[in-house]
């Protein structure tokens, strides 16, 4: 069956109908990992968003419920160009197409994914949708994709967040215990911090302040997650008493663009934002190159050279991007708060910055110390 990817700039491409059929709507953005689609698929960090895979074979090793980062498959829809019919891997237990299906996932296969990723790399990330089965013409379909929300100014935070309090108890003696504000955080982020001997809570997106001090932890996280970090002023709130008190704080992607809005930067949107599981990334404490797994629309605007003065004290800058010079990461000198834009959790991808988690980990020691 003929399907039609549509974007909000006209621009259509043909393909066949993959997954389930029928409409689908979301933000246009490419990830370049030639591996790692399972834990793509879910991080509810792609909610609503439709995945363009650059990769052109993508499928062969299957699913398993061992990668999953989370409950299900949160992307709008998928876009490969050569799915694989077959599956090999020892580890598989179930076919990509077949855990779409079950998810409700609108895809299309058989598209020119390099020509549709050149030309969001020279247009920018944009509204898209995917038709199959569709008695629209084409213009009808560019219209409908045009009315679709844009994802500047999206509050989804409670659209992926936990119902309650959950908790993932420390590997071993627990040595610290960590409100994590689950903005949509991936699985692999609390077995980090798990395995260091962290007691990790959890928390609804509606926390408070209040709940965090009654809770008694020895630090605050801020997760991974989707929407614009400009919607997100409660949270803020919260994160800025969190200063005040001296709280250990340590944030990801999401968390890492909260934690600078609360220190009183702008975020902005990026062309096509960073996404995938080879981005380079300059550490300028160490001078050392990270390569980095990344899921990002937007940024920090924070000044690059020197030390920069907040309210909270001063604070530098300290990882950049080296493929735009994006803001990769802030640190407090005279308080406990640090973050990345990046994934130090990996999954998928690789673990040159997996030491960050030991960074939070000495961190909350310091703190406990006192």
Known sequence: MAAYLVLDDGRIFEGESWACKGETFGE?????GMTGYQETLTDPSYHRQV?????????????NTQDEESRKIWVSGFVVRNPSPRVSNWRSERSLEDDLISNG?????????????????ERGAMRVGIFSGSELSREEMVVKVRSAPEMAGAFLAEEVTVDKVEIIPAVGERKFKVAAIDLGIKSATPRNMAAR????HLMPATITFEDVKAGGFDGLFLSNGPGDPATMNSIVTLVRSALDASLPI??????????????????????FGHRGINQPVLNVESNKVEITAQNHGFAVEAPLDGIFSTVYGPGMVTHICLNDSVVEGLRLLDKPA?????????????????YLFDQFFEMLGKHASR
């Not at 246009?28 to 370049?32: D, I, L, M």
């Not at 895809?107 to 549709?116: E, H, P, V, Y």
């Not at 340590?250 to 062309?271: E, N, S, V």
């Not at 999954?347 to 997996?354: I, L, R, T």
């Open 28 to 32: 246009a953005v490419f990830s370049t």
């Open 51 to 63: 995945v363009i895979m650059t990769a052109p074979h993508i499928g062969n090793t299957g699913m």
């Open 105 to 121: 996932v609108v895809g299309i296969q058989g598209i020119d994914t390099r020509a549709l990723t050149l030309h969001l790399r």
């Open 197 to 200: 001997g962290i007691e990790v």
């Open 250 to 271: 340590f944030g990801i992607c999401f968390g890492h663009q909260i934690l600078g809005r609360a220190l009183g930067f702008d975020t902005y949107k990026l062309r």
């Open 338 to 354: 640090f973050s990345v834009q990046y994934h130090p959790e990996a999954a998928a991808g690789p673990h040159d910055a997996n």
